[in-house]
């Protein structure tokens, strides 16, 4: 099974998901912020498309959360 449908995976996509809502980001506002189309962020928000760690990691930053603090909630 891919690791896109593991329970984990989508667990930290969850929180990438609601730390972007707390910050008060549209989906557009923070795919400006990474320089990507609205459709980057939509894709890997409903699973479409895996991230890798470096673009979560880089998410994280665009965010403004630490990438430790939703690997550990």
Known sequence: MASIYLE???AIIARLV???KD???TQVELAERLGQ???FVS???L???RLDVAE???ICKAIGV???QLLTS
Do not use: H, V, W
């Open 56 to 58: 979560f990691i880089e």
């Open 47 to 49: 699973g479409e498309r």
């Open 43 to 45: 894709k890997y928000e």
């Open 23 to 25: 910050a008060g980001l």
């Open 37 to 39: 189309r609205q459709t």
């Open 66 to 68: 630490e990438p430790a």
């Open 18 to 20: 609601q730390a972007r």
């Open 8 to 10: 984990q995976y989508q």
